[in-house]
Each structure stands twice: as C-alpha cells, then as structure tokens.
C-alpha cells in the first residue's frame, strides 16, 4: 500500500489519473483465481477463520508440528507455505470466547463495538483484552460482539473476491446495528480498519454497498479514538508504571495509507518516563501473506531490511508496532518482537506492568499536547 501513500496519481490526491495501483494488482489475481480456481495455498492463506477452526480442532497439536521440520517441509512442498517462516501460534481460547465469558459480549447501544480480527480471533487475543482495559479505563462504553468473521483481505490478496463478500456480508450483519445505534467500529488492525474504512464500499456486493459506505464512515483505530478524548474529563494519564525512556514505534503500511496520523505513538509520549518514540515509516515486507510463501519469503527480508535496521539503531527498551503481522516479521528477523500499542497502555496502567514504577500523578500533572499532529 505504500506505493499508494508514494503516488502522485491516486484518488486520493485527486488526480485525474485516478490510478490505485494495489487494487490493480488485487484485480489480477481476481481475474487469475476466475480463470484456473483458486491453489490450495489460496484456500489456507485466504481463511484465517477456517484454518484457525481446524487447528484448535487439534487441540494444540498444530502449533507443535509448525515446529517440526518435516511437516515444514510438507507444508512448503505441499501448500506453498516457506519452512523457515515463523508463522503464528494459535491460542486454545478465542478472543470471542473470553469476551463471552466476561460479560463483554453486548447489545447495540454502546460508544464502540470492537472489531477484534481474525488475528486478535484466533491467534493474540491478548490484544483485544488490552484494547477493552484500556478503553474501559478512559470510561469507553466499548462492547464485543458475536459471528465477527475475518475482514477478507487475505481472500481478496488471493484473488477471491467471493470470499471476501461472504465475509463482508457477515460483518455487516453484526456491525450495521451497532452503527444504527450511534456505535463507532474499532478495528484493532490496521490492515481490518483499512479493508472496513476503504474498501467494503467498493468491493461489496451491490446491494451491500449503501450499509458498507454507512459502517466505514464509523470506522475508528483503537489510538485515533483514545487521541480523540485527550481533551475530555476522562481520558485517563494515571499511569503506574513505564515502559522506560525510550521507545521504537513502527508505523504499518496500511496504518500510513488511512492519512489519520500517528497516533500511537502521541499516545505513547503520555506515559510518565518515555522522553523518546523514535518512528520507523519503512515497510518490514510481511505484506500479508506475502512473506509466508515459498517465493515470498526471502523477497521480504529484503524489502524489510531499512526497518529493522532502523528499529534496531532506535535502541529502545520496548519496541512498538500496530500491526501483529509486522511483529512476527521483526521478531524473526530483527531479533525483538514488539508489542501493540494497546497493550504497552495497558501495562502501563498496571501497578507492576513494567519494572519502571510511577508515582500517582496529581490532577493537572499529565502532559500536554506535544505531537499532536
């Protein structure tokens, strides 16, 4: 998506070229996938839900085998799949599950709905804990719900464009009454918010693109959201504990192509302590699935290389990134896996989330606006 961002003759400059090269190239795959069907890599890469349903069948046998080397080497020769790519493990709980177990699981009504990810579904559910502590501590009415599918971008990066208006149409189904209700839609990855913000109102079935057009308009980052209320009685600064001095924020690709800031890392020069975020705007090369696959996989290192260089010379404490994919690439290949932002916050309102302790800030202490832009 960079190659968007980079663009002069794109929709969004106004250009009367109007040219969007990243779909251009979604479309051939599209029209690829109609004429000879889509591989079986294209069916395991383009389900994350069906693929992640069947490993937790296996009852964790499956995060073993991606650890075995003759079945990495099944999967490359079979799939597709490269045998040296770390590929994530999958949780024994999904997000969904904990949120019901909780209470989590609401009506339309609230402020938010969350719109966890397949990621955050199936495999780091953690996150999306994160995100609701975090968003209750600043007095965000925020609420789960049930029958999320995925957002269909590894459908569509296949060349399925059907799979992916199933999945759209799904979503749309639990998001629509949220957003009639007055709801926002936090996506917690940058990639989801992207696919539900910019591409649903053109990809969707017709008779799906009037509510589609409706829910993107709701959409929200989880840190564009949190920024929102920096103004308000509410927004919490009472942190407990840091992070440290120095931080190293990776801002995604699909993050950048939105145009709504950096707001993570505004977020994170709040927390009492931090005197530094260095940004890094290289992309790290997952690219989806791109860096999974057999001819993928060593074409991404390259492409990522000038950002994990970057976040290395940072020589920060913690390392932050948005994006899951993004930190499975850099703690492959840069040695240190960084974490979402939402769940440096959500530490950092823990008394003993970091080592670094903090005193109680007294009101009117937090810090001011710096990078507010």
């Not at 599950?97 to 397949?118: D, I, N, Y």
């Not at 801002?251 to 993570?264: N, T």
Request: hydrophobic share 35%.
């Amino acid at each position: 998506k960079l190659c968007e961002v980079q663009c002069p003759y794109t929709p969004r400059d106004s250009h009367e070229f109007q040219l969007d090269f990243p779909k251009l190239v979604h479309r051939y795959q599209a029209l690829r996938a109609k004429r000879e069907g889509l591989s079986l890599r294209d069916k395991v890469l383009g389900d994350p839900d069906k693929t992640a349903k069947l490993a937790r069948a296996s009852l964790g046998l499956v995060n073993v085998m991606n650890r075995v080397k003759v079945h990495r080497w099944f999967l490359e020769k079979v799939v597709g799949i490269h045998r040296d790519k770390q590929l994530p493990q999958f949780a024994g709980q999904t997000f969904e599950a904990w949120a019901k177990r909780e209470g989590k699981l609401g009506e339309p009504g609230g402020e938010v709905v969350l719109f966890q990810t397949c990621y955050v579904q199936n495999n780091e559910p953690e996150i999306g804990r994160d995100t609701v502590e975090v968003m209750e501590k600043n007095e965000v009415d925020i609420r789960c719900a049930a029958g999320l599918h995925c957002c269909g971008m590894p459908a569509w990066e296949h060349g399925d464009l059907e799979g992916l208006r199933k999945h759209a149409k799904a979503n749309l189904d639990v998001l629509e009454p949220h957003v009639d209700a007055g709801a926002k839609v936090m996506a917690i990855n940058p990639t989801c918010s992207m696919m539900l913000r910019r591409e649903y109102p053109e990809l969707v079935a017709e008779e799906d693109r009037e509510r589609a057009a409706k829910v993107a308009a709701a959409v929200v980052d989880p840190s564009e959201y949190l920024w929102s209320l920096r103004k308000e009685p509410r927004f919490n600064t009472d942190f407990k504990s840091s992070p440290g001095e120095t931080l190293a924020y990776h801002a995604p690709c699909h993050l950048r192509a939105q145009a709504i800031g950096f707001r993570a890392r505004n977020l994170l020069k709040k927390i009492p302590e931090v005197q530094t975020v260095s940004q890094v705007l290289e992309c790290c090369g997952h690219d989806g699935t791109f860096a999974m696959t057999t001819e993928g996989f060593v074409p991404s290192q390259r492409v990522g290389k000038r950002a994990f260089d970057d976040m290395q010379e940072a020589e920060a404490e913690v390392w932050v990134t948005d994006c899951p994919l993004a930190a499975l690439q850099f703690e492959q290949h840069a040695g240190v896996r960084p974490m979402h932002p939402m769940s440096v916050l959500a530490r950092a309102y823990r008394e003993n989330g970091f080592e670094t302790s903090l005193a109680p800030v007294a009101p009117g202490d937090a810090r001011g606006d710096e990078g507010d832009t």
